[in-house]
């Protein structure tokens, strides 16, 4: 299944992101095998960068390197497909400005509902960086009445037991992009948090 075929974004209502960088997977995925969404928060503005772009984007190898870390012997997008890990992003434009608008992500928030429900044995969530929660908590509580990962500072909120409907939640940092690997605290919670969840679906 291409989920870029099953999806689309048609108004691009957004004022706070580029249209021209709109982008969804468009590799054939066996949703079937797919045990893990992991969902980062923004693509690249250039789509060369993207985790499924061809040869060797940006995006998937500070991904690999974050795999890696974990202990996954991986070293291209299908070696993470075939772990059973499918790779989004929370909205399908790429970024203006830093923050990102509410009504950005309300509007996103819609396609990325669709996404994950073409996935029917998913069973944990990795949530990669703030817009990546408070999008997928505000898809909860529409669902259910309440969020479930609680406000506060990742690094703070991360390592502890978070569920719904019997998946598995993590709440953790987006490995996506230059600052990852810069920044050694927030890769090695990742390694951590990538570990755990791969963890989960084994057992």
Request: hydrophobic share 35%; charged share 25%.
């Amino acid at each position: 299944m291409k989920i870029s075929e099953q999806i689309q974004c048609t108004d691009f209502p957004c004022t706070d992101t580029d249209k021209n960088s709109y982008i969804l997977p468009p590799v054939d995925i066996n949703v079937d095998k797919i045990k893990i969404l992991m969902i980062t928060e923004a693509p690249p503005n250039e789509k060369a960068d993207y985790f499924y772009a061809d040869g060797n984007p940006f995006y998937l190898q500070t991904t690999v390197q974050a795999f890696k870390d974990a202990g996954a012997d991986v070293a291209s997008m299908q070696d993470i497909l075939d772990l059973g890990v499918y790779i989004t992003t929370a909205i399908k434009c790429g970024k203006t400005q830093y923050a990102i608008s509410t009504d950005t992500m309300k509007n996103c928030s819609k396609l990325l509902e669709k996404e994950i429900a073409l996935f029917p044995n998913v069973k944990v969530f990795m949530l990669m960086g703030d817009v990546a929660i408070k999008m997928m908590n505000d898809i909860w509580k529409k669902q259910s009445g309440k969020k479930v990962i609680p406000a506060g500072s990742t690094y703070k909120i991360r390592g502890q037991a978070y569920s719904f409907e019997g998946k598995r939640i993590f709440p953790s940092y987006t490995p996506a992009g230059k600052n990852f690997l810069i920044e050694k605290s927030k890769r090695r919670m990742v390694a951590e948090d990538i570990r755990e969840a791969l963890k989960c679906v084994k057992s």
